[in-house]
């Protein structure tokens, strides 16, 4: 049976798909086999993930159901989606400091790519982590806390440091959250003031489909207080009259609620709700993150290609991550803010594309782990100051390059 990502565009290579029930059974199969990956929800749209040899699922392995370890700490197996994870958050009375988009990405996949919701003062989702429990490339198990040597360097690790089973995650207490949507702003506005937009709440997406470059078609605000719409106000932003989805035509049922009603934390941080599919689901996903102070410049380069993007998107979505010290973060060392393009199902056309934005925008541009990119190796390697660091660790944990694969080859790892 052939094996695909999420988006139906990549086929995986591997020989098989093993299901191991336990931990032990898991250490026996990596170290027996010379080639192995692990498949997690396969939301990704590169062969980040692909293997030449065995892929290891670890939907059947017996442990644990996830719980609270302690005050302000969730344990849970690495293999469940976060939308998983609510029931025992709300019965805990707990909360993540924030989601990504969608709730239907896995955990390990998450972290390990440095996957992000939004916010001016949030962190990546990899930064919620506190410890990490790994199956390295000898078959042992090994297990790092913040604040040890390597931990820094393995939470956001690609899968090259070995199959990850078990994460520990900050929460705090839960909390409502609002989600309010507005809607024809003007991009120069914005760009004149950035940060009073970004951080309108907790949380600030705004999409555009570039087809008029001078419009922010929407901005989506969440927030456990109150909104500071005041700069969203004066660059001509109004309130939506009824719920939205980012993508101009598409019923917004999947979304979670809008006009400003308070609800869950769980049910206003994603953009999507669980039980329906996300986004468009037959598309193609590129990301470039770049430095806070590039951002105007950043804003800028892709607006001048409004013409050669418009006809190839379904939208863009450009939102804030705080600053965090993990080696392959894209967060890492400065605040962020991320450039998400959601394509049509067109790779060739799309991978012509993408050699013209990375060319215009800034050079501390990092394209995300998952997404579609083209940018060289070495060009990516040199945008992470501890990808020497990161090179050397790989080397100690899987030294006979179990976990290898074309896609760490080509980043020269």
Known sequence: MTQRNWAGNVSYSSSRVAEPVSVEDLTALVASEPRVRALGSRHCFNDIADTPGVHVSLARLRGEEPRLTAPGTLRTPAWLRYGDLVPVLREAGAALANLASLPHISVAGAVQTGTHGSGDRIGTLATQVSALELVTGTGEVLRLERGEPDFDGAVVGLGALGVLTHVELDVSPARDVAQHVYEGVRLDDVLADLGAVTGAGDSVSMFTHWQDPAVVSQVWVKSGGDVDDAAIRRAGGRPA????????????????????????????????????????????QSEYLVDRGDAVDAIRAVQDLAPRIAPLLFVCEIRTMASDGLWLSPAQGRDTVGLHFTWRPDESAVRQLLPEIERALPASARPH?????????????????????????????????????????RLGL
């Open 241 to 284: 009259d009824g719920p939205r989805h980012p993508i101009a035509g598409i019923d917004p049922t999947p979304c979670t609620p809008q006009l400003g009603a308070p609800g869950p934390w769980y049910d206003r941080l994603p953009h999507f709700r669980l039980e329906f599919t996300p986004s468009v689901g037959e598309e193609l």
């Open 369 to 409: 782990w998952g997404k579609v990119f083209t940018l060289p190796g070495h060009d990516v390697a040199a945008r992470y100051p501890r990808w020497a660091d990161f090179v050397d660790l790989r080397r100690r944990l899987d030294p006979e390059r179990r976990f290898a694969n074309a896609y760490l080859e």
